[in-house]
């Protein structure tokens, strides 16, 4: 999934996505690059997981 950043509101960072149903993802921006990407893997983990995807 490719993330293209969209806008900054504030303190948040929104991205949108080449994702079929994820259109948007928003950050709040108080972290480094690594959480971020820690951040986005759990919410597809979940996403996967609560739309049985995945175990």
Known sequence: ?????LR???DK???TTDHERIRT????????EEQFENFLKAVLLNYYKRNGLID
Do not use: D, N, S
């Open 1 to 5: 999934m490719e993330l293209k950043f």
């Open 25 to 32: 993802v928003t950050y709040e921006a108080v972290g480094t």
């Open 13 to 15: 960072l929104i991205f």
């Open 8 to 10: 900054r509101e504030g």
